[in-house]
């Protein structure tokens, strides 16, 4: 029977270890931003087929299938207005068979065709924030995405609007626009699935760390720890969320 549980242990640690084959990203290539997502995914999983859309959320969109293991939307200049397509991307997201997305855009505040999916992954309103860029706060030190993390700030590339203060619902959040938690002050949360993130804040903007930044959340969504945050509990119960 031990030698049994030992094999059924090491047999999931192998297959959890697996690298993901296919990640679908759009990516806004803008004034020497928005790159960091794609330089992260070649460090860490070299063999891994990146599908990237540079300013093309509709081809992104188009893209999406049931063979994308890890889906990025990283829209910080580029908006997808097609409502059909949000309702796909969002059957996607709530199949637990497929997974884990990262979703950050500009456009959470300014229009509503990706309602469908912020709610689904938490969140029930943004409002915008304009540059140039204000104080980002991390609010759980513990978690994986802040790990050897010291410049949490971003950049403005050149457009108006560089973050969202974000209101959750069953999203918990890991950072804010405030000092201390603060209710509709949130900046990135990890959805209800326990390993996507829903973003106010662009880490492909972090002038200084944001290969680090995403290394950190690629695999956070990829790996074991995103179940199990240290603080996850205390920061819900700042939201009444336990």
């Known amino acids: 029977m031990k030698s049994l549980l030992i094999c059924l242990a090491v047999a999931s640690c192998a297959a959890f270890a697996q690298d993901p084959s296919l990640i679908t990203i759009e990516y806004d290539d803008y004034n020497g931003f928005g790159t960091a997502p794609l330089t992260a995914i070649a460090n860490l999983w070299p063999s891994c087929t990146i599908e990237s859309f540079n300013g093309n959320p509709t081809g992104w969109a188009d893209a999406i299938d049931s063979s994308t293991d890890i889906l990025i939307g990283d829209c910080h200049n580029y908006a997808l207005t097609d409502a059909a397509a949000f309702s796909y991307i969002t059957d996607w997201y709530n199949d637990p068979a497929l997974g884990p997305m990262w979703y950050a855009s500009w456009q959470m505040a300014s229009y509503s065709y990706d309602d469908l999916l912020t709610a689904a992954m938490g969140i ?9 860029p204000i104080t980002h706060y991390i609010w759980d030190a513990s978690h994986q995405v802040f790990g050897g993390i010291t410049d949490v700030s971003y950049s403005d590339p050149g457009y108006g609007t560089g973050a969202n203060r974000l209101t959750v619902g069953t999203a918990t959040p890991i950072s804010g626009w405030t000092s201390g938690v603060t209710a509709g002050q949130a900046a990135m949360c990890v959805a209800p699935d326990g390993e996507s993130i829903i973003s ?3 880490a492909s903007l972090n002038p200084t760390q944001a290969v680090d930044m995403w290394e950190n959340i690629l695999e956070f969504m990829w790996g074991e720890s995103s179940l199990t945050p240290a603080t996850w509990g205390s920061i819900k119960s700042e939201f009444g969320l336990n």
């Open 200 to 202: 106010g804040y662009f």
């Open 124 to 132: 029930t309103s943004a409002s915008s924030i304009s540059m140039p």
